[in-house]
């Protein structure tokens, strides 16, 4: 290809990508930046955002124990979910790709139902089921197990359940996607060569998906670390994680540099530990190559 | 399509050879009435078939066949609804494919992309839990054996379609299968390619001497590969026999129309004294030679390859003993380097013949010409239609 014609392709190239660009910049970029620059305001109760240009609302958050103490079970929280939903999505996604016709529309259905749940309902419903007299709660006392009705709404539990419910459609169709571009001969050359069935399955189909795995748990991960309605209304305040500290600040103290401050925290947060992951997958990989490479 | 049958036209078999070889032997793997069903739909129909210690057996059959489902009943993949698999007489019903050490080459090759090919190779081996100097011996070996020595550090992803067809087949044969499956091998080669590589399977076989089930749809692939074919339709066993025999003496008018290429004509059979006197439109009266097609009645095929009718210049001679002659128009002659096609007509049927070309009289389309058969080639079987 000539440089002309190079130079051509590339116009051609960037005008088409005018649109999305610009679409991006005003309905992401720009407000992104809004909130960075706000976070750096000043805030005083009576007189409201004081304009400024200091990082003291940062320093507060991050010298302060409460706020860290919110940050740290947000994210253990959700690793937990990460790792529930992924620990009980595999064999629904093994299941799915091996299943056919209406089981599987049916297994769609059921997995896509919450996510399109308001969660009020999906709320409601665990409430039902787990409040102190839900179903549960009723029939071990029934049965004698216990006296008193045993606290499980309103907790970190609660909070992860019902969190890997609404979410578990991502990392399902995640994997599933993995594993239906998987070449099944791969498993029965697999079989032929001596390998049992749980042996081809940790040799050649795990490994195969992992991909869709690690698809799976960045979009539950970065889900959960922002999901608001989900926590604040089946957790509540006695199991608060940072979007419910934003909407406290926003909307009931109105302190926005604060909340702008605590949602770059929390951005930086997940996009940092996501890239850290990735940073570590990439070069334990290469290490793998490597080795294998001098091995043979 | 009516039970068909052979006249056997050439009373001293050519070659009978390969055939006689395989009984000879012990029988190895034995097939034995296979039934799969899927539904309603019955995939195998009751097939049987058994090879010999050391012996290159071929499924040669058009795609729904069977012939890849009766190799997937073998490799232990699908449990069949009826029928026995022995290897070594050793029942292997209920032995899962991983207990079979059987080795198989896939059509897609089927390599883990994931690992390296010595990883590949090295798998099956893993799976045996033999000690690790013995498995980078025998994998060292394997790649030796299929000449890529130097492939084991790279991925399957950087290798040639024929490199990894080889590294395939190492890692088939590295565990020192009592049996190989072959699935349309050559299938994902290209033409040249392909030549390339059926010779050299070839060569790696008859050193292994590993008894061997391959499956195709292409007949000169089986031709060339197997000591003797299994031709399949419909879930059943159409005919078994060495190259040459399913070739030169085909049981039906499916083989013989699958299996090369033939001109085929209808025609009426009427009993005489001295046997069969058969009517073809256009092509003449054809008495068979004594013995030959006794108590045929009634509607027959009449099939003759290309290769047997020969093309002469008008009245050129008297005509051969033995053979029939019927006049002929030249439509189209094409030189093909080693081979000349000729398209003739007779009345109202299209004739194909082919001659070597060192051999081939020199002709002008339009030209008027005589064609010549031996009676011995000409195979008569009974029946209404063409398959």
Redesign the interface.
């Known amino acids: 290809m000539n440089p002309g014609r190079a130079r051509h392709e590339l116009g051609r190239w960037l005008r088409l990508a005018l649109l999305p660009a610009a679409l991006f910049a005003v309905i992401y970029a720009w407000p992104m930046v809004q909130i960075l620059r706000g976070s750096l305001n000043g805030f005083d109760p009576i007189a409201g955002i004081v304009p400024a240009l200091k990082p003291d609302f940062y320093v507060k958050f991050l010298t302060d124990s409460y706020y860290l103490g919110v940050l740290w079970r947000t994210v253990r929280l959700s690793l937990m979910v990460t790792v529930v939903a992924a620990i009980a999505g595999y064999p629904i996604s093994y299941f799915l790709v091996r299943s056919r016709g209406r089981l599987r529309l049916l297994l769609i259905i059921v997995l896509l139902v919450p996510l399109v749940t308001s969660p009020v309902v999906v709320a409601y419903g665990w409430l039902v089921l787990l409040g102190s007299k839900g179903i549960v709660n009723m029939a071990l006392i029934a049965l004698g197990v216990t006296d008193e009705p045993i606290k499980m709404i309103y907790t970190a539990f609660t909070l992860v359940i019902g969190l890997v419910q609404v979410l578990a459609a991502f990392m399902v169709l995640s994997i599933a996607a993995s594993l239906q571009s998987l ?1 099944w ?2 498993v ?9 069935g749980w ?2 399955f940790g ?2 189909i795990l ?2 998906s992992l991909p869709g795995v690690a698809t799976g748990c960045l979009l539950v991960f970065s889900l959960s670390m922002s999901a608001y309605a989900v926590p604040a209304l089946i957790a509540g305040p006695q199991v608060k994680v940072m979007s419910e500290l934003i909407y406290e600040q926003t909307m009931a103290l109105l302190n926005w540099p604060f909340a702008g401050c605590m949602s770059i925290i929390l951005l930086l947060s997940t996009t940092g530990l996501l890239a850290a992951v990735g940073v570590l997958g990439r070069w334990q990989r290469a290490r793998q190559i490597a080795a ?2 001098a ?2 | 399509m009516a039970a068909a049958l052979a006249m056997a036209p050439g009373l001293e078999p050519r070659d009978g050879s390969a055939a006689v070889d395989a009984e000879a032997r012990a029988t190895y793997l034995e097939v034995r009435d296979l039934v799969v069903r899927f539904g309603d739909y019955a995939a195998l129909g009751g097939v049987s078939f058994e090879v010999g210690a050391g012996e290159r057996l071929c499924l040669l059959g058009p795609s729904g066949c069977g012939k890849t489902t009766s190799l997937r009943v073998v ?3 699908i449990h069949p609804d009826g029928g026995a698999v022995r290897i070594a007489g050793r029942d292997m019903l209920g032995v ?9 080459l ?3 090759y ?1 390599l ?8 590949n190779v090295a ?2 081996l893993r ?2 839990n033999l000690p690790e100097a013995e498995v980078r011996r025998r994998v060292g070996e394997a790649l030796e054996l299929v000449r890529l020595p130097k492939a ?2 790279k991925r399957p992803s950087m290798l040639s379609g024929g490199e990894q067809q080889r590294i395939a087949f190492a ?2 044969v590295v ?1 020192k299968p009592s049996l190989l499956l072959l699935d349309e091998p050559f299938s994902n080669l290209d033409a040249r390619l392909r030549q390339e590589m059926r010779g050299e399977l070839l060569d790696l076989l008859q050193r292994l001497e590993i008894a061997t089930v391959l499956v195709t749809h292409d007949q000169e692939e089986a031709m060339a590969i197997a000591d003797r074919i299994v031709v399949m339709r419909a879930g059943m066993v159409e005919q078994v026999g060495g190259p040459s025999d399913i070739y030169e003496r085909p049981r039906n008018l499916f083989v013989a129309r699958f299996v090369g290429e033939s001109n085929v004509f209808a025609g009426r059979a009427k009993p005489g004294a001295a046997g069969p006197q058969i009517d073809v439109p256009g092509l003449g009266r054809l008495d068979p030679p004594e013995g030959a097609g006794a108590g045929l009645a009634g509607a027959v095929q009449v099939l003759i390859r290309p290769e047997k009718i020969r093309v002469l210049p008008r009245a050129a001679r008297p005509p051969a003993r033995e053979s029939y002659r019927a006049a002929a128009t030249l439509e189209r002659l094409q030189y093909l380097g080693h081979r000349t096609e000729y398209r003739l007509r007779v009345g109202p049927h299209s004739i194909l013949a082919w001659r070597l070309s060192e051999s081939a009289p020199q002709l002008r389309p339009g030209e008027a010409v005589t064609l010549e058969w031996a009676k011995a080639d000409t195979l008569v079987f009974a029946g209404e239609t063409a398959a």
């Not at chain 1, 029965?188 to 049992?196: K, P, T, Y």
């Not at chain 2, 883990?112 to 990883?119: A, I, Q, R, S």
Request: net charge positive.
């Open positions: 070449d001969n791969l029965l050359a697999a079989r032929s060569l001596g390998a049992g042996r081809a040799a050649i490994p195969l294998a490479a091995e043979a | 490799a232990g993949f899962p494919p991983e207990a079979r050490n059987i080795g198989i896939f059509q897609s089927a883990f992309p994931h690992l390296t090919v010595h990883e798998f099956g799976m045996r084991g550090p890692r088939a565990i």
